[in-house]
């Protein structure tokens, strides 16, 4: 049981070194993570787009003193 968590534990390390060693494996990693926090906006979006094709309703039209929204 010990034996097996070191395994892993050794091949996790040595596949993320070689994934952030070349320039390709970096590009995947930092898109990766560019998805992962876009994920959190698509998904407050996901009533928006459902209603009416991804056009948001801003709150900002409400508000009298908004100058862009007249």
Partial sequence: M???RLAI???VCALATATLATPTG???????LV???EAG???LRL???NVDGN???SL???DPTCPQCK
Avoid: E, M, N, Y
């Avoid at 970096?26 to 990766?32: D, G, K, L, T």
């Fill in 47 to 49: 009533p928006c787009w």
């Fill in 60 to 62: 900002d039209r409400l």
């Fill in 26 to 32: 970096r590009a995947v990693v930092v898109v990766s």
């Fill in 55 to 57: 056009k948001c309703f």
């Fill in 2 to 4: 010990v034996r097996r």
């Fill in 9 to 11: 534990g050794i091949a």
């Fill in 35 to 37: 998805r992962v926090a």
């Fill in 41 to 43: 906006t698509k998904v």
